[in-house]
């Protein structure tokens, strides 16, 4: 039971690329979330999905766009990278209305110079 | 949306203190959790405890749902609880988890 998987762990982009960071949890859970941590701040949320085929922004949804590809699966995509999008990248997922908590996966470090 | 607020900011203790973390939130919460982040960056979840009072170990938590606040206590506190704790809610017409800023927390030997 792997939990929540997010790969790749590390990134270097240059300013314009593109990049799609992946995240995939096998626990069956219905909501996925993606956030981003700077440095002395708590994680802010850009995107959810409270289900397959559902997405929704979150605070702070500027620059990227977010796939629901199925039940398992979430990515978080830079079209045009900047280097204010320099974090560390956390997706999460839950089981909904039930007595359960967040699951996070272990984080990608990006930077963009 | 809810808000949500934690203090201290930063904590020095020696090993072996107590120390209490506070977490005040604005609204009423379906979800609360604890985490602790390792200076590997890694997130732990230490507690889901919306309400009441729950203990692992030297870590235990309370939250007072009615007043709007919750507490982690650490007792006898080990090098290796250092990093940061951070408290996140979700509100009863929420959708996601909010994070507060954390309190980083350094234990020296």
């Known amino acids: 039971n792997a939990g929540v998987t997010q790969t790749p762990k590390f990134q270097v982009l240059k300013t314009g690329q593109s990049m799609t960071l992946q995240c995939a949890q096998d626990m069956n859970h219905n909501s996925m979330y993606w956030y981003r941590q700077d440095p002395g701040m708590g994680l802010r949320l850009i995107y959810y999905s409270a289900s397959e085929g559902t997405t929704d922004k979150g605070e702070v949804p500027n620059g990227y766009n977010v796939s629901r590809l199925n039940k398992r699966e979430f990515s978080l995509r830079l079209e045009s990278a900047a280097p204010s999008q320099t974090s560390v990248y956390f997706c999460?997922?839950?089981?909904?209305?039930?007595?359960?908590?967040?699951?996070f996966g272990s984080g990608t470090r990006l930077t963009v110079v | 949306g809810i808000q949500v607020e934690q203090s201290p900011p930063d904590l020095i203790l020696q090993e072996g203190a107590n120390s209490t973390l506070r977490c005040n939130f604005s609204d009423s919460v379906n979800n609360l959790q604890w985490f602790h982040q390792n200076p590997w960056g890694q997130l732990i979840n230490l507690f889901y405890i919306p309400s009441g009072t729950k203990q692992n170990g030297r870590l235990s938590a309370t939250t007072v749902a009615t007043e709007r606040y919750s507490l982690l206590y650490i007792s006898s506190s080990q090098t290796t609880d250092s990093g940061v704790y951070f408290c996140?809610?979700?509100?009863?017409?929420?959708?996601?988890?909010?994070f507060g800023k954390g309190t980083t927390l350094s234990v020296s030997s």
């Open positions: 999460a997922s839950h089981r909904d209305r039930v007595n359960y908590g967040y699951t």
């Open positions: 996140a809610v979700e509100g009863q017409a929420g959708t996601a988890l909010i």
